[in-house]
């Protein structure tokens, strides 16, 4: 029987091994959840958001013990671990303070004698869950689904199955309902055997554009809402006119934070040809700062690869540009030891080259295109099939407003880099997704908007 096996991608050591639950035994806890949703959904959203604060207590109290097993299970730095527990305490405090605001009636004047708009929970959502941020990824969108009223069950990664159980955990802890929220170990094909089937009311899914292709498949041909947070190959431009020892020192964070397994990471580095040279060495030599090696070491900011075959792409993508005029500037090998490391790398390629157009690099890869003229970097940062992101340095507030306007995207960020704030809606257009979480959008993407009219 297939299992569900946690490895250390620093030590390629097997951690644990979990049996997949059987389709008849998840039928059987979804439908646990839909009885638990009759209570929950029926609560008054400051008593849920009373559960939501102790769920954000429990995190700030176990954020050493589940940092550490986030470091364990996928590899994060374990400053970046303990970054990401905290975020999630975070978000949950956010939604406990403002989901009444965000799902109070609203009035609207009409000929009747009343009309309003109420925001109702939706039922039963599944969650299905990445492994780079296996905390986060859930609370992002756990907080705003469950203050809405829904209950939850989270198909979370084969390569995280510890950081899923001890998420359900903090939820027990904090005294939520039974089965409001729940981790459930599934196969793929008992996935999607139960979107088939009318005990689930929505589907968010964070992960792959040909994951997210195919459920939004299912959910479309059974009729059920779907939120899809998917790839990312942001672009992150440099004008002539931009801070370039700010831009190239932001840069490194921006592309290599969490060994650069994030999706709305900084990818394609455009930059102005007459700025080209100067932020290329300043670039290069943050590169050339960053620590590789053990994640649990504070002073180390490059851990390994979250899996064998992660690393294994990355190595090919490499291959593949070089092999078509590309220069690696730093880095571009696999370390030689044990676990999944590879070098932090930066490599020039043409703005015709895959990896400034169609493809995303999930890993420590940075790829640099130079380009001529404004109009040249909107071209190309908008030719990719993603539009999740996008970063635009300069200190002219005119040329800046013209990227805002001009890129095709869900998130622009100017003078900084793209991240996630519960208060802001985060999600991209084209190939990197549908809908949207965190701020007041996120928690009404798994509601029932109705319209009330008296006369």
């Not at 839909?34 to 954000?56: D, Q």
């Not at 176990?62 to 978000?91: D, F």
């Not at 964070?253 to 580095?269: D, H, M, S, Y």
């Not at 291959?319 to 030891?337: E, T």
Request: with cysteine; aromatic share 8%.
């Amino acid at each position: 029987m297939a299992q569900l096996i946690s490895i250390n991608p620093a030590t390629e050591e097997v951690l644990a091994k979990f049996d997949y639950l059987s389709e008849q035994k998840a039928i059987e806890e979804t439908k646990k959840s839909r009885a638990a949703f009759v209570g929950w959904g029926s609560l008054v959203v400051s008593e849920r958001c009373t559960y939501l604060k102790k769920a954000a207590t429990v995190l700030i109290k176990n954020k050493t013990r589940y940092a550490k097993l986030i470091t364990l299970e996928m590899g994060k730095p374990i400053r970046q671990s303990v970054a990401e527990v905290e975020k999630c305490a975070l978000v949950c405090e956010y939604y406990a303070e403002n989901a009444q605001k965000f799902l109070q009636d609203q009035n609207v004047p009409t000929q009747a004698r009343k009309s309003y708009v109420s925001f109702e929970p939706l039922g039963v959502i599944l969650g299905i869950m990445p492994w780079n941020y296996p905390f986060w990824q859930v609370f992002r969108f756990a907080a705003a689904t469950l203050a809405a009223g829904n209950t939850i069950l989270v198909k979370h990664s084969s390569n995280v199955p510890q950081c899923a159980i001890a998420i359900e955990e903090v939820f027990k802890e904090a005294g939520f309902p039974d089965y409001v929220y729940r981790n459930l170990l599934l196969s793929s094909d008992t996935v999607k055997s139960l979107i088939a089937k009318d005990l689930i009311d929505g589907i968010s899914l964070t992960g792959s554009t040909e994951a997210g292709s195919k459920v939004g498949e299912l959910a479309g041909k059974n009729l059920k809402k779907v939120v899809l947070e998917l790839g990312g190959s942001d672009p992150f431009i440099v004008l002539d006119d931009g801070d370039l020892k700010k831009a190239a020192e932001v840069a490194v964070t921006a592309r290599f934070q969490n060994t650069g397994q994030t999706c709305a990471a900084a990818k394609r580095f455009i930059i102005h040809e007459s700025v080209s040279k100067e932020f290329i060495e300043l670039f290069v030599n943050g590169i050339r700062a960053l620590k590789i090696g053990d994640p649990f070491d504070p002073n180390n900011y490059i851990g390994p690869l979250a899996r064998k075959d992660l690393r294994d792409s990355i190595e090919k993508q490499l291959s593949d540009a070089v092999s078509k005029g590309g220069k690696i500037l730093i880095g571009g090998k696999k370390v030689k030891a044990k676990g999944y490391f590879f070098e932090p790398t930066a490599i020039q390629v043409s703005k015709n080259s895959p990896l400034a157009t169609t493809e995303e690099t999930f890993g420590p890869v940075a790829s640099i295109i130079i380009v001529k003229d404004d109009k040249d970097a909107i071209e190309i940062a908008n030719s990719s099939p993603y539009g999740l992101g996008s970063v635009v340095w300069t200190n002219d507030q005119k040329r800046a407003d013209q990227f805002i306007q001009k890129l095709k995207c869900g998130i622009v960020v100017v003078n900084g880099m793209v991240k996630s704030d519960p208060r802001i809606p985060f999600g991209g257009i084209k190939k990197s997704g549908l809908g949207r979480e965190l701020g007041s959008f996120g928690i009404l993407e798994f509601a029932n908007v109705k319209s009330v009219m008296e006369w």
